[in-house]
């Protein structure tokens, strides 16, 4: 089973930008789809992004089209998540996971396709 370490969160004004990064050790980061889900407090876990095994398809949540953008490096086993133009609505804890799957273009989006789940990190934008 993979193992997952997000780091990067922090505090920002709305308005700014802050990237995200998911560690992965234990296995070949390129077996698996990789997904950002984030949850805010009273609120469950949301999609926010995921990307195939080899980058070549990506997916969405409809908040954050066009504000974040997905992107891995499979020689580094490492996920990020660039976040700009950011809302306080955005504020939650972001969590990194992964998805084992058979066809290197799939992508999946809900929290039961996930086997493996990073401890999160936390980001907070300030109005």
């Known amino acids: 089973q993979v193992q997952l370490v997000e780091s990067g969160g922090g505090l920002v004004q709305a308005g700014g930008s802050l990237r995200v990064s998911c560690a992965a050790s234990g296995r070949t980061l390129s077996q698996y789809a990789m997904g950002w889900f984030r949850q805010a407090p009273g609120k469950e876990r949301e999609f926010v992004a995921v990307i195939s095994r080899i980058g070549g398809r990506t997916s969405y949540s409809d908040s954050v089209k066009g504000r974040f953008t997905i992107s891995r490096d499979n020689a580094k086993n490492t996920v990020y998540l660039q976040m700009n133009s950011l809302k306080p609505e955005d504020t939650a804890v972001y969590y990194c996971?992964?998805?084992?799957?058979?066809?290197?273009?799939?992508?999946?989006?809900?929290?039961?396709?996930?086997?493996?789940w990073g401890q999160g990190t936390q980001v907070t934008v300030s109005s």
């Open positions: 996971a992964a998805a084992r799957t058979t066809n290197m273009l799939a992508i999946v989006t809900t929290p039961a396709d996930f086997g493996s």
